[in-house]
């Protein structure tokens, strides 16, 4: 990182009140990591740890203008896009990055709920494939959201996680990180397609309940950590990185007592005093 470079990231994406997910855990992860974060809306949600009741679309004229005005006056070095909700947000946000320098574009494909519901339609489902995930350095889908990219079945081995990295990134993304918290066993497994292959990833599963913005803390944690590339992003380093930084938020999630439902990470563990 160049001297008297101040890193920053961007964050669009959805807001949550409870703090655990969205734009609020972007935020957290950007400051925990060192690297001064700076946010774009596309929609309030009613939502606590136990659910979502609610969802008021940003319009897509606005989301626009918040990026134009955002970056006719910030450098950005890292960009990290979450829930765009709609086609027409969805389309919004791939003609200013299209034209904007915002820096390595990591997409967190925010597409199915932990409770299986769909959480947009299939119109933005195909805009993220034909206009988004072009514009994507890496993007991220877990399980499900992978199978929906790909309007296939969900993987339920490592192997089945192997093929459908490969073709979530021949979709048109740089780098493709599926995650594979879904398959269930004695250890998270994900898997990153580069130009360069395939590497599996491995970290011992943690018996918790507070996952709640575990999507949105992983992919914000690697637009952090890309930041600080002045050249192209290693994205297989870089992955190794935020997976660590989210196992210890993953842990030391006990500590705090947020909620009754599925309580945050603590983006803070290690930072805060005991």
Known sequence: MRPGRTPTALSVAGS????????????????????????VLTALTAQNTRGVTGVHPVPADFVILQLHTLLDDVTVHATKLGMLGSAAV?????????DRSAGPVVGDPVMVATSGDRLIDDDAVAAV??????LCDLVTPNVPEA???????PATTV?????Q??????????????????LGGTE???????AAG???????????????????????????LATRDDGPADWPRLVEGARDYLQRALAGGAELSIGSGSGPVHHFAGIWPA
């Open 147 to 153: 199978a929906v990219l790909l309007d296939t079945a």
């Open 198 to 224: 395939a590497t599996v990833t491995r970290r011992p599963r943690l018996a918790t309940t507070a996952t709640h913005g575990t999507g949105c803390t992983l992919s914000s944690a690697l637009a952090a």
């Open 129 to 134: 494939r034909s206009r988004l995930l072009p």
């Open 165 to 182: 990295a490969h073709a979530v990134r021949a979709l048109g993304a740089g780098a493709a990180l599926v995650k594979g918290g879904h």
């Open 188 to 194: 998270s497994v994900d898997v990153l397609v580069t």
């Open 90 to 98: 969805v389309h919004a946000v791939a003609d200013v990055l299209a």
């Open 16 to 39: 949550d009140p409870s703090g655990g997910a969205g734009v609020q855990a972007d935020l957290k992860t950007f400051s925990a990591l060192g690297v001064y974060g700076t946010a």
């Open 159 to 163: 192997d089945e996680l192997v093929d």
